[in-house]
């Protein structure tokens, strides 16, 4: 008999998981997905020829008989005109059959009818007895075994969907910190270049503006400090000046792939505020307003996400 499942439980036998995977040819699969639908199409194929061998292999009076003892398992139905007859005789169910002492009394004697039994051959006693049960113990083994099947399918589905929307997810952090770090980086060259067309020596916070580094150069060069300006990013930071464009002495430059997530979007969101409250320029509007209601106008936002929702 088919193995049968819960209705809340998804159906890794059905056409309807998967509808589609004939578009997809055996050697052309080239994503893990359909991969995975594959193999649980493979694997439903072989539970589904299990199946079949084993249908094959019960003869038509076992199959008779199998529907027989179905039949007679069943209780006789209360509107059945037998039972309507048996109950004008006074027989009401769960009653056994014999004598009673009195209408109260529901008998001690057999309550099921005698099982019949029906011999379709020549063996000796005990021979059908012991192919059913055979066929039944192989059959029990085959279920457990299909049983097991579709649960190990069903969880290395929920396996392979988590891991994907794990993947998915990391790949979106992924994307929104570069994002973050391309937004700082284009801030910082635009603020340089505002401030320096107000003639300003110095960044209001040290970090706004881009921080250039020279090697100090020795009173007597040597043969190992004639590579002057050029060095390695190895080389010890006493050994290094850092200066802005105007040749102001700058802080160390730090590197933004080295900072945490948090650390990054208030950096983006503090100077994202100094650019449209001194300059009224907008990084992803990319031009600066007149003013403050020019800017209110015209910019849908402070941050990345109002300006995408807006090209949509």
């Excluded at 998967?18 to 052309?28: W, Y």
């Excluded at 579709?150 to 994002?179: C, F, N």
Aim: proline letters at 4%; hydrophobic letters at 30%.
């Amino acid at each position: 008999s088919a193995v049968r499942m819960s209705d809340s439980e998804d159906d890794f036998m059905s056409d309807k998981f998967l509808a589609g995977t004939e578009e997809v040819r055996p050697g052309l699969a080239k994503t893990n997905h359909q991969r995975r639908i594959m193999k649980i199409e493979n694997e439903r194929a072989e539970a589904e020829a299990e199946r079949v061998r084993l249908q094959k292999l019960k003869k038509p009076h076992h199959i008779e008989a199998e529907r027989r003892e179905e039949t007679m398992a069943k209780p006789i139905s209360t509107e059945s005109k037998g039972f309507a007859l048996m109950a004008k005789m006074g027989f009401k169910p769960g009653m056994s059959l014999g004598k009673k002492k009195d209408e109260n009394d529901l008998g001690s004697g057999i309550k099921e009818p005698i099982n019949i039994v029906i011999r379709n051959h020549r063996g000796g006693l005990g021979v059908e007895s012991e192919e059913v049960e055979r066929l039944k113990k192989e059959e029990s083994t085959a279920k457990v075994r299909i049983e097991a099947q579709l649960k190990r399918m069903k969880e290395r589905a929920i396996m392979a969907d988590d891991l994907s929307d794990d993947y998915r997810k990391r790949a979106r952090m992924a994307s929104t910190r570069k994002q973050i770090i391309g937004d700082i980086i284009k801030s910082r060259k635009a603020c340089h270049e505002m401030d320096m067309r107000k003639e300003a020596e110095l960044p209001e916070e040290p970090w706004f503006w881009p921080a250039y580094k020279e090697k100090k150069i020795d009173a007597t060069p040597t043969a190992s400090s004639s590579a002057g300006r050029y060095f390695s990013r190895e080389e010890d930071d006493d050994d290094v000046k850092y200066h802005y464009s105007n040749g102001k002495e700058a802080p160390r430059e730090e590197r933004l792939d080295e900072m945490t997530d948090e650390i990054l979007e208030e950096r983006l969101e503090q100077i994202t505020v100094h650019l449209r409250s001194v300059h009224f320029y907008c990084v992803w509007c990319g031009c600066a307003f007149t003013d403050e209601d020019d800017m209110d106008g015209g910019c849908p936002g402070p941050a990345r996400t109002v300006h995408d929702e807006g090209e949509d």
